[in-house]
């Protein structure tokens, strides 16, 4: 069956760092797009950054452009997401997520803090 496990969250202070990464398994990885979202307590989920196949086209919302990285490792059927400068509006659940024909797979997601 299909997993998405995600890891990598944690408290960072503003101006910090940290790397998700989401170890997926039960499907053929390199042959779907991957995305990373987000959602904040009292928000709607939403989609923070994107990457296709084999990692050629990459997508960002404009609220992370310049700051977050995503990518993805087909040999180890992984995708990663790096945030840099952290801002306090970053906290957010994080969540891996592939549409495999027409459903929705999701991670059980990891939490990103940005405090001081």
């Known amino acids: 069956q299909v997993q998405l496990v995600e890891s990598g969250g944690g408290l960072v202070q503003p101006g910090g760092a940290l790397r998700l990464s989401c170890a997926a398994s039960?499907?053929?990885?390199?042959?779907?797009?991957m995305n990373w979202y987000r959602q904040a307590p009292g928000k709607e989920r939403e989609l923070v950054a994107g990457?296709?196949?084999?990692?050629?086209?990459?997508d960002y919302a404009d609220s992370v452009k310049g700051r977050f990285t995503i990518s993805r490792d087909n040999a180890k059927n992984t995708v990663y997401l790096q945030m840099n400068s952290l801002k306090p509006e970053d906290t957010a659940m994080y969540y891996c997520h592939a549409r495999i024909y027409t459903y929705d797979y999701w991670g059980q997601g990891t939490q990103v803090t940005v405090s001081s």
């Open positions: 039960g499907f053929s990885f390199s042959t779907y797009p």
């Open positions: 990457i296709s196949r084999f990692g050629g086209t990459v």
